[in-house]
């Protein structure tokens, strides 16, 4: 099932965001009394890691959550580009949160053993079975991209492995790890963070355009069963 939501603002798309995972997080619990999520990277989620942190400490059992990544940029855990830094700072560090529940990506690491040690990660904590998160965070880049799956990248047609090492010629010849297609499409939520009018062509074409996901790999999500939520604002959403 595929649902577009349409926010007025980043705020409002914040909002919106923060009550999902409050739902989610309190459905998880209260059925299996532990909630598993998945953060995305880049800047869309700071409005939204700001207010959790702000307004739902007492909202959310942290002590019963726990927080992974959907891929990171190769570097150390205390550079300007790590999504983990980022998510440490704006709310990881600000909600009552053991640390123990933190599983972040070694982006610090050779690309192949960081994507083999999250694996393995992904493998304890899901008892060796296809990770099924409660949550998936995702953001889209401008070229379609999402998590570290970017455009013509041999990370897209990965159907084995769960986590993988992706070069990205794009994105300032870097090295990424990434979730794979089978693992995001096995969530039982996913809830791609879209905004600003810069995004708008390519969220038509990844929604309503021609199935290309070489060129488009936003379109490859689509969870088998499981809810897609487009959280968008009113700017991004402007040609839809
Ligand atoms: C990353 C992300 C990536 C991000 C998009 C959108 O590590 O960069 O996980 O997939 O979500 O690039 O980024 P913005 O939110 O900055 O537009």
């Known amino acids: 099932?595929?649902?577009i939501r349409v926010a007025p603002d980043v705020a409002a798309l914040a909002r919106q965001?923060?009550?999902t995972i409050q739902d989610v997080a309190n459905t998880a619990i209260s059925q299996t009394?532990?909630?598993s999520i998945a953060l995305s990277g880049g800047s869309t989620p700071k409005t939204l890691f700001d207010l959790l942190a702000a307004e739902y400490k007492q909202k959310i059992d942290w002590a019963n959550s726990h927080i992974f990544w959907s891929d990171e940029r190769c570097v150390p855990p205390d550079d300007a580009d790590s999504n983990y830094k980022v998510a440490r700072e704006t709310l990881l560090d600000h909600v009552p949160l053991p640390a123990s529940n933190v599983y972040r990506i070694k982006?610090?690491?050779?690309?192949?053993?960081g994507a083999g040690q999250y694996e393995e990660t992904l493998r304890t904590y899901f008892h060796d079975q296809l990770p099924r998160f409660d949550i998936i965070l995702l953001g889209m880049g401008d070229d379609g991209h999402t998590?570290?799956?970017f455009p013509g990248t041999e990370a897209l047609t990965e159907m084995e492995r769960w986590v993988v090492p992706n070069h990205v010629a794009t994105a300032k010849q870097t090295w990424r790890i990434t979730f794979t297609?089978?693992?995001i499409n096995n969530a039982a939520n996913v809830m791609v963070l879209v905004a600003g009018s810069d995004k708008a062509t390519r969220l038509k074409q990844v929604i309503q355009g021609a199935y290309m996901p070489n060129?488009?790999?936003s379109q490859l999500i689509k969870?088998?069963?499981?809810?897609?939520?487009?959280?968008v604002d009113h700017a991004a959403a402007s040609l839809l």
């Not at 982006?107 to 053993?113: I, Q, S, V």
């Open 1 to 3: 099932m595929t649902n």
């Open 17 to 19: 965001a923060a009550d």
């Open 33 to 35: 009394r532990q909630f």
């Open 107 to 113: 982006g610090e690491l050779d690309p192949a053993e």
């Open 147 to 149: 998590a570290s799956l």
């Open 181 to 183: 297609v089978p693992v």
């Open 215 to 217: 060129e488009l790999p």
């Open 223 to 231: 969870p088998t069963d499981g809810i897609l939520i487009w959280a």
